[in-house]
């Protein structure tokens, strides 16, 4: 079965730059999508087909996707942003999965 | 407004069946996916699988294939979710969410289903 994997976590001081990374075989070429899960919450799209920004999203929160890697940026982190990230890929061979989910703190 | 609403939470006996819903509003229903994602206590999310209402087409992972049944009623714009014998590893939170091609961009409140006897 196809997996994608995530850093269990990922620390950054208010205002400095976020990576998150999803790692899965040939993973450039599938379709990537990003979201966002506070605390008690539910998740919430920030980043579909790669690199486009939901309606309403913030533009500190920026995506790519390519060979085996997609990343998650978060530029200018504010401590707002502290949640769980999930990656997710798709497509007609895979159906959908989920990223193992990345905890990012806001020191 | 795109919303989807829940049924409430569930507390059932292992072996018991159980269905829950979720009910779309605001956009042509019969028109977009829709699907369902578990989270285990403490836990990450897990591709379920989806619906398509206009012809009830269905797409399941295959860690779920066979273990639960996804429906959909176009007349009152409504996915279910469907356990025949739930067991206690089946304890998890549940969310229903609009498939727009290749991601969810709308996602319900979640339902919180707990199996113990």
């Known amino acids: 079965s196809y997996e994608l994997t995530q850093p269990p976590s990922v620390s950054v001081s208010p205002g400095q730059t976020a990576s998150i990374t999803c790692s899965g075989d040939k993973l450039g070429d599938k379709y990537a999508s990003w979201y966002q899960q506070k605390a008690g919450q539910s998740p919430v799209l920030v980043i579909y087909q790669d690199t486009k920004r939901p309606s309403g999203i913030p533009e500190r929160f920026s995506g790519s996707n390519s060979g085996n890697t997609a990343t998650l940026t978060i530029s200018g982190t504010q401590a707002m942003d502290e949640a769980d990230y999930y990656c997710q890929a798709w497509d007609s061979s895979i159906a959908g999965v989920f990223g193992t989910g990345t905890k990012v703190t806001v020191l | 407004e795109v919303q989807l609403v829940q049924s409430g939470a569930e507390v059932k006996k292992p072996g018991e069946s159980l269905k829950i819903s979720c009910k779309g509003s605001g956009y042509n229903f019969p028109s977009y996916w829709i699907g369902w994602v578990r989270q285990m206590p403490g836990k990450g999310l897990e591709w379920m699988g989806i619906?398509?209402?206009?012809?009830?087409?269905?797409k399941y992972s295959p860690s779920f294939q066979g273990q639960v049944s996804i429906s959909a009623d176009n007349s009152i714009s409504a996915a279910s979710l469907q356990w025949s014998s739930l067991k206690a590893s089946d304890t998890a939170m549940y969310y229903c969410a609009r498939h727009a091609g290749n991601y969810f961009d709308y996602w319900g409140q979640g339902t919180l289903v707990t199996v113990s006897s």
């Open positions: 619906i398509y209402p206009g012809d009830s087409k269905t």
